[in-house]
């Protein structure tokens, strides 16, 4: 099996976390330079963690982006309330903002990390895979090469689009076990047989009743990709 693994909500708070994962994904032998951390650019970022970012990035790990606060600030449509509620909470910022507001928010991401004199990344995750109200095409004109959706994921030069299967292990309240556990199963035993399975992991995952699945299902892999291996 192959597998496509990130690292979500990588910001201020969390930074500790994040390495703390690293180290767990050293141990299990998964290479740095196939696991994407996705940061969030639009919060207090102290010089001392910047340098952390970089130090991440020297070591190989790739660096995505994910949206700017990850914390909405407005909901504007029952889709959205509705969403909040079931699946997202209060982090898909995409979901009521207009055309205009997300390629502003991709762009300013994508130019954050030119700021901090760090690599380019290939790769933007939307807060919650929530794209919004953005097409393929509009994101055409956008600078990152790669963009994941709940669906797959998309190379918007070209246009190409990847059905994947993926896991999650947010199960921080009991009733969410079940629904995670069963749609995890669904997508590791019968999906991953023929495309690479996204492994998504959140930095208080190892604290939920799932922990012992992401290892798991690590262990499970035969090859970890990247976005360019996906395609190619």
Not at 168 to 194: M, T
Not at 224 to 230: E, G, I, K, Y
Request: aromatic share 12%.
């Amino acid at each position: 099996m192959k597998s496509l693994l990130s690292i979500h909500d990588l910001m201020p708070d969390t930074l500790k976390r994040v390495q703390d994962i690293c180290r767990r994904l050293e141990a299990l032998s998964v290479p740095a330079d196939k696991v994407y951390l996705l940061v969030v650019p639009g919060l207090a970022w102290k010089p001392a963690q910047i340098q952390a970012l970089h130090a991440l990035q020297n070591q190989g790990y790739r660096l995505a982006g994910h949206g700017w606060y990850h914390h909405i600030h407005k909901k504007t449509s029952l889709k959205h309330y509705l969403h909040s509620a079931f699946i997202s909470r209060n982090v898909a910022e995409h979901l009521s903002l207009s055309q205009a507001e997300i390629t502003d928010m991709i762009s300013r991401n994508y130019e954050w990390f030119d700021e901090q004199n760090l690599s380019l990344p290939e790769l933007y995750v939307p807060p919650a895979w929530a794209m919004g109200k953005m097409t393929p095409e509009q994101l055409q004109t956008l600078p990152f090469q790669y963009y994941e959706y709940s669906s797959g994921l998309l190379h918007a030069p070209s246009g190409a689009f990847k059905s994947l299967p993926l896991t999650g292990y947010e199960a921080d309240r009991l009733w969410r076990v079940p629904v995670l556990w069963s749609w995890n199963q669904i997508n590791v035993g019968w999906l991953a047989k023929s495309t690479p399975l996204r492994i998504s992991i959140h930095p208080y995952d190892f604290d939920y009743h799932l922990k012992d699945s992401i290892t798991e299902h690590i262990k499970l892999a035969e090859e970890f990709v990247d976005c360019a291996q996906v395609f190619g």
